[in-house]
């Protein structure tokens, strides 16, 4: 790409807004209703004290916790999820802002596309190649509009805490059965990791 289409680029992604800032939801409460009761959730619906605002909201139980998914008139889709660990774990999958991204462009650093649109840091190897390099990421990173996933371990309560948060695209049940399935992917690579590590942890102790 040469310097005059790096420039148009770099102009266009950060005066054009790609992603509304208000959205009206209301439209999307029948898939997400639909969404909640398939996979045994239960569907929250909150509104300002004016009713101006809404603000959907889905809890689903799972083995290891609950995962809860927001989104409403001022903010974009959002999948969470927590639970006990003594671990300390950290790590980040995050979109290039525009500024980031036309940096790349005038002096790519690295080969592939999602290095392109994504920065990412993960304390371990081993966790990074488990999600990073599978084909359940790589392909629903490349089809979807991911803005970032996180981890975050909170000191005082030994909660981890990870989060993945997507633009205004989700506009179906199938874009939310997407969503979870790939946030499960992502919870169950943690927890396999936490159990390998908490195993080899025992094993040294008995020696």
């Not at 398939?38 to 290891?64: A, M």
């Amino acid at each position: 790409m040469n310097w005059a289409k790096s420039i148009l680029l770099f102009l266009k992604e950060v005066f054009i807004t790609r992603t509304n800032g208000y959205v009206d939801i209301r439209n999307k409460l029948s898939f997400w209703s639909h969404f909640a009761e398939n996979n045994n959730g239960v569907l929250k619906i909150k509104h300002t004290v004016s009713k101006d605002l809404t603000t959907l909201h889905i809890i689903i139980p799972r083995e290891f916790g609950q995962i809860e998914i927001w989104e409403s008139d001022t903010k974009p889709f959002k999948i969470y999820c927590q639970f006990e660990t003594c671990e300390e774990l950290r790590f980040s999958v995050i979109k290039k802002d525009s500024i980031g991204r036309f940096c790349d462009n005038i002096q790519p650093n690295n080969i592939h596309d999602f290095d392109k649109e994504y920065q990412y840091n993960f304390q371990e190897n081993s966790l990074k190649e488990a999600i990073l390099g599978s084909p359940i990421f790589i392909n629903f990173v490349r089809d979807s509009n991911l803005f970032s996933i996180t981890a975050n371990k909170h000191s005082q309560t030994n909660m981890l805490q990870i989060s993945a948060t997507f633009g205004r695209a989700v506009q179906s049940e199938n874009d939310m059965k997407s969503i979870l399935h790939f946030f499960q992917f992502i919870i169950y690579q943690v927890l396999d990791y936490l159990s390998i590590n908490n195993e080899n942890s025992n094993n040294k102790n008995e020696y």
